[in-house]
């Protein structure tokens, strides 16, 4: 019998993009076990749940999952918070992305065990260069042998400080525009910030990627809609996304980023 394939996926939404200066992908991930209590219905799943006949099918047919990248993933599944990583569907279409666009630099902020930044790589050329940001040294030493089982150690470039340090030193070294993919999977405060800088940095036609968006739309709508009733402060039940306080820190990309296509579409 067919063991189903881990997804690491629930209701949820994912926005994929491609533009003049760069494009927008972002995944949103919504637990419900962390559903606000002003949530009066169950949230509807618009794909097969992860047990699905059809989806264990399509997954078997399309995945093409290198080795390493394989067992980094059940690596990263056994660590706590293992399963907020990328799903592996979404990490080859990224992967496919980047290599439609003939990417060869990508950022990746949010690096953990270097699941996503892996992918990444092997999507690259052999000169290729993946740029990956971690505030914690220990989570890419567990993914450290595997990216060198991969054959890929060389293409990445792990820099052990806040995110926004190292986009600032990339801008400040004269990289803006050289980038052809960003991933953002970091903290949600400065995900704003990310935005910004990532799109600096991003050559037109780029591909940025933003993971776990729907919790900064729910965060928005809070926001916006003060009169909701809780019990608690409304961003107190998800202390995941960390201290957003006003919507402005989460209004992008707005209306005057004309130059960003985005697309809003369902993820399981």
Known sequence: MTQPVPRLSVPAALALGSAALGAAFATGLFLGRRSPPWRGRQEQCLLPPEDSPLWQYLLSRSMREHPALRSLRLLTLEQPQGDSMMTCEQAQLLANLARLI???????????????????????????????????????????????????????????????????????????????????????????????????????GGILAVLRVMPLLLAACSCLHSTVSSPASPLQWRPWWGNITSESQVSWPGPEDLGVDLSILPSP
């Open 102 to 204: 003939q990417a060869k630099k990508a950022l990746d902020l949010g690096t953990f065990t270097g699941y996503s930044a892996l992918a990444l790589a092997l999507a690259l050329p052999a000169d290729g260069r993946v740029v990956t940001c971690e505030v914690e040294a220990q989570p890419p030493e567990l993914g450290r042998p595997l990216w060198r089982q991969a054959e890929a150690e060389h293409k990445i470039d792990l820099r052990l400080k806040p995110a926004l340090e190292t986009l600032d030193e990339l801008l400040a070294a004269g990289e803006a525009g050289t980038f052809d993919v960003a991933v953002v999977d970091a903290d949600k405060e400065n995900c704003a910030a990310y935005y910004e800088r990532c799109l600096q940095l991003l050559r037109p």
